[in-house]
């Protein structure tokens, strides 16, 4: 089964920066899109930033000029990295942070287990 696993969060004040990863392991083929979202309680799950394999990359409003995405992929192994860089964090930017990896075969999407980002203000 394929696992994403993401690590870098908690608690960080207002104007700081964090760093998210998410990596998987092998298994999951040639990964088309890499995403990020993130989900306050009671909301939806918003779409923040987009990787195409490509090398494109797109932002929602709320975060464009503020976070970077990347990836990494370490030769021979088979394993992914993502990254989310979070720069200028403000406290709407509290949420919890979802990783997404869309493979090429049969579009399907694997998920990250999610976690927390705080910004005190």
């Known amino acids: 089964q394929v696992q994403l696993v993401e690590s870098g969060g908690g608690l960080v004040a207002a104007g700081g920066s964090l760093a998210l990863s998410c990596t998987v392991s092998?298994?999951?083929?040639?990964?088309?899109?890499f995403r990020w979202y993130r989900q306050t309680p009671g909301n939806e799950r918003n779409l923040i930033a987009t990787?195409?394999?490509?090398?494109?990359?797109?932002?929602?409003?709320s975060v464009k000029g503020r976070f970077t995405i990347s990836r990494a992929d370490p030769s021979g192994d088979g394993s992914k990295t993502m990254y989310l860089h979070m720069n200028g964090l403000k406290a709407e930017d509290t949420a919890i942070y979802y990783c997404?990896?869309?493979?090429?075969?049969?579009?399907?999407?694997?998920w990250g287990q999610g976690i927390q980002v705080t910004v005190s203000s």
């Open positions: 997404n990896m869309q493979a090429r075969v049969g579009r399907r999407n694997f």
């Open positions: 092998r298994g999951s083929g040639i990964i088309d899109v």
């Open positions: 990787l195409s394999a490509g090398g494109t990359t797109s932002f929602a409003d």
